[in-house]
């Protein structure tokens, strides 16, 4: 057992992720005798990792690809997001040495669009319609958001429209307030919008682009794309210059660690330019 507060993110593999130069920024920051390292587990080992975790001084970890999902089983609680999301991405152990898992990705997502739009989002985007494409883990883990903030009407757009309707009919709540869109009529999905978030892997670096035409999109609409590499994509690009307010997908990816960060470290770190150039250095 170490002195020092130690925490980290599983993943496998492990050394793409941008956890480590973030964490590793605040504790710099604030002065935390602590460490954030990349732990390359693989699936079958993740069981015996999580174990471990007190054992070997872990305060907790973060989890990524591809143990979300079964790191939900694992933990001894689970919060009602994680549980709506199906997915847990942090766990803190508590001083029994229980794992407390939640998911912080819907935080992350709102605290980031509260950066660039303030209050709106608390009251529901005024009635208005969000449209969201993509139905995978991201989608289900904006769409938890959405409804959190009191947003009541939903446009889910997805190519393949059985994961749409699956999503709507899993996540409590949203079957009431969304009306399932076929790709191809996307344009249309944006008429009367509030907000254009892009929950796809598409216009990422090296995946094929987000082909989407923006004159149906109001110009009051805010688009944010959950994609950060690159960190403005052609989609906000595109809104950008035709007068949109246009949200990149860094600061959800910042926001989404503090939770963690506070859990194990005791301080709620701030998210500001200084990390979110930390950060940029290591893509
Ligand atoms: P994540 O968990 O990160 O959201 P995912 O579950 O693989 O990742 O979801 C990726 C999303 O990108 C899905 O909505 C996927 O659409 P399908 O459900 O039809 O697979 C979408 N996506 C990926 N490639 C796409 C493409 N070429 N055209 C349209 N959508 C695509």
Redesign the pocket.
């Known amino acids: 057992m170490t002195d020092i507060l130690r925490a980290g993110v599983m993943g496998w593999p492990v050394s793409h992720s941008l956890s480590p130069r973030l964490h590793g920024h605040w504790l710099a920051r604030y002065k935390i005798d602590g460490s954030y390292e990349a732990l390359a587990v693989e699936p079958a080992g993740l069981v015996e990792a999580l174990s471990r975790l007190a054992e070997k001084g872990f305060q907790g970890v973060n989890l990524t690809?591809p143990h979300k999902e079964a790191a939900l089983a694992l933990a001894d609680t689970v919060d009602d997001t994680a549980r709506r999301i199906g997915a847990v991405n942090t766990i803190v152990v508590g001083k029994d040495g229980e794992l407390a898992g939640s998911n912080t990705d819907a935080f992350g997502f709102i605290e980031n669009l509260r950066d660039h739009v303030g209050g709106q989002v608390a009251a529901g985007w005024s009635g208005r319609p969000v449209t969201v494409?993509?139905?995978?883990?991201?989608?289900?883990a904006v769409c938890t958001a959405l409804l959190d903030c009191g947003v009541a009407d939903i446009r889910l757009v997805?190519?393949?429209a059985e994961?749409?309707v699956s999503l709507a009919e899993q996540l409590p709540g949203l079957g009431q307030c969304t009306t399932i869109v076929p790709?191809r009529d996307r344009a249309e999905a944006l008429d009367g919008a509030r907000l254009l978030v892009n929950?796809?892997?598409?216009g990422m670096t090296g995946?094929?682009p987000?082909e989407l035409d923006l004159a149906d999109l109001p110009i009051d609409a805010a688009v944010n794309d959950i994609v950060y590499a690159p960190l403005e994509t052609a989609l906000l690009a595109q809104a950008r210059q035709r007068g949109n307010q246009v949200v990149d997908g860094l600061g959800m990816l910042l926001h989404q660690a503090r939770p963690g960060f506070r859990g194990w470290f005791g301080v709620d770190p701030t998210v500001d330019d200084e990390l979110r150039q930390a950060v940029l250095a290591g893509m």
Do not use: C, D, S, Y
């Open positions: 690809v494409l993509g139905a995978g883990g991201a989608a289900r997805n190519r393949t994961r749409a790709w929950t796809t892997i598409l995946q094929e987000l």
